[in-house]
T-cell receptor, first 117, second 112 residues
Framework: GAVVSQHPSRVICKSGTSVKIECRSL??????MFWYRQFPKQSLMLMAT?????????EQGVEKDKFLINHASLTLSTLTVTSAHPEDSSFYIC?????????????FGPGTRLTVL | LAKTTQPISMDSYEGQEVNITCSHN???????ITWYQQFPSQGPRFIIQ???TKVTNEVASLFIPADRKSSTLSLPRVSLSDTAVYYC?????????????FGTGTRLQVTL
């Protein structure tokens, strides 16, 4: 299957700082990328859908000014958590959608563990 | 997207066959049924997808009855490395904006 990478895999930051997470599709072009958040022992929650070259579409309850998403190319999307606070500590996962064999198939990155002190 | 209901957790011994059933009573005509696997601290991984009857690949089988209101993921002869959370999703392909909605998933614990 297609490969998606994320960087960094783990980040610890102080409250009030901003953190940028990169998501790259390594061997396919992802017209659409998705960002999810997952708290411990919980399911994945979709935060936003990102289409290359256009503004991201955020899910209800997700602050677009706090979680800045940029999808400047077909292989790179970034999520910036601005003015991070301890409640933003979570596991952030991105995925890319490519033309594949299966309907709605998404290829997920390995995730980024964010800890805000 | 049609809501899904799965058991919260299951336990199995290594070498046994595991069947995880998912209920999706409100599945629509255009919806497909997809299962993902997620290991701790990793992103989900696609396992199998089907529309009706039976689908089999190298890792699992998916059984879907005629009414499509449920589906069963079958894992043959599980090993310790199959310990993971398994998610059942249903939805139609509506183009680039198609979203996946993850339910609670089933946490499978395999022991010796």
């Amino acid at each position: 299957g297609a490969v998606v990478s994320q960087h960094p895999s783990r980040v610890i930051c102080k409250s009030g700082t901003s953190v940028k997470i990169e998501c790259r599709s390594l061997d396919f072009q992802a017209t659409t990328m998705f960002w999810y958040r997952q708290f411990p022992k919980q399911s994945l929650m979709l935060m936003a859908t990102s289409n290359e070259g256009s503004k991201a579409t955020y899910e209800q309850g997700v602050e677009k000014d706090k979680f800045l998403i940029n999808h400047a190319s077909l292989t790179l999307s970034t999520l910036t958590v601005t003015s991070a606070h301890p409640e933003d500590s979570s596991f952030y996962i991105c995925s890319g959608r490519a033309s594949g064999t299966y309907y709605n198939e998404q290829f997920f990155g390995p995730g980024t563990r964010l800890t805000v002190l | 997207l049609a809501k899904t209901t799965q058991p919260i957790s299951m336990d199995s011994y290594e070498g046994q066959e595991v069947n995880i059933t998912c209920s999706h009573n409100n599945i629509a005509t255009n919806d497909y049924i997809t299962w993902y696997q997620q290991f701790p601290s990793q992103g989900p991984r696609f396992i199998i997808q089907g529309y009706k009857t039976k689908v089999t690949n190298e890792v699992a089988s998916l059984f879907i009855p005629a009414d499509r209101k449920s589906s069963t993921l079958s894992l043959p002869r599980v090993s310790l490395s199959d310990t993971a959370v398994y998610y059942c999703l249903v939805g139609a392909d509506t183009g680039t904006a198609s979203k996946l909605t993850f339910g609670t998933g089933t946490r499978l614990q395999v022991t010796l």
